[in-house]
């Protein structure tokens, strides 16, 4: 089975901190995600990454920042940690496909952030 | 945005019931996926449906796609207590996988 793991279950910062939430993914998959999900939004797609040192921005990458130096983990920076980036934040994996979602995703158990 | 919408938004039934939720999407897509969270957990994938499918099965679910309505349903047969998650709908288009809001399913013994 697919093993997507996220460091932290819950974490409290402070506003101003820098961040990182990690991930890790045990399966070679080539791409990587990071989401966050709030009451009455859903998830929405904050970067995603199909290669090692690539990158490309989701719907919502203000504020966030992702590192990928290795195939099997991918970080997500906050650079300045704000109130409005408390949420539950989910990192997945999938294989590379020709075209998006060929391959289901997997996910970890997620980050629950605050941000006092 | 090509993002689902699920309705309705929650869903109280009994043990044994069956379950109905739906998708509807605004753009053309790739696939359509449905996912299952259980409370303060990861989103797990239940089942992929491909535009050029109309209907999918996997054990007690049942997945239909009418491209032309642009909408999907699940169907949950014969629920059990163990079913009671939010169920998502993800649609994927040229890059990424979007994803609704979500449907709350509650199933009471």
């Known amino acids: 089975d697919v093993k997507v793991t996220q460091s932290s279950r819950y974490l409290v910062k402070r506003t101003g901190e820098k961040v990182f939430l990690e991930c890790v993914q045990d399966?070679?998959?080539?791409?990587m995600f990071w989401y966050r999900q709030d009451p009455g939004l859903g998830l929405r797609l904050i970067y995603f990454?199909?290669?090692?040192?690539?990158?490309e921005k989701g719907d919502i990458p203000e504020g966030y920042s992702v590192s990928r130096e290795k195939k099997e983990r991918f970080s997500l920076i906050l650079e300045s940690a704000s109130t409005n980036q408390t949420s539950m934040y989910l990192c997945?994996?999938?294989?590379?496909?020709?075209?998006?979602?060929?391959?289901?995703?997997?996910f970890g158990n997620g980050t629950r952030l605050t941000v006092t | 945005s090509q993002q689902g919408e699920e309705d309705p938004q929650a869903l109280s039934i009994q043990e044994g019931e069956n379950a109905t939720m739906n998708c509807s999407y605004k753009?053309?897509?790739?696939?359509l996926q449905w996912y299952r969270q259980n409370s303060g957990r990861g989103l797990v994938h239940l089942i992929l449906?491909?535009?050029?499918?109309r209907e999918k099965h996997s054990g007690r679910l049942r997945v239909t796609l009418d491209t032309s309505k642009k909408s999907s349903s699940l169907l949950i047969t014969a629920s059990r207590a163990a079913d009671t998650a939010s169920y998502f709908c993800?649609?994927?288009?040229?890059?990424?996988?979007?994803f609704g809001k979500g449907t709350m399913l509650l199933v009471s013994p």
């Open positions: 997945a994996s999938s294989l590379w496909g020709l075209k998006a979602g060929d391959s289901p995703l997997h």
């Open positions: 399966m070679d998959h080539e791409n």
């Open positions: 990454s199909y290669d090692v040192k690539m990158k």
């Open positions: 753009t053309s897509i790739n696939n």
């Open positions: 449906i491909r535009s050029n499918e």
């Open positions: 993800a649609t994927a288009g040229y890059s990424t996988l979007t």
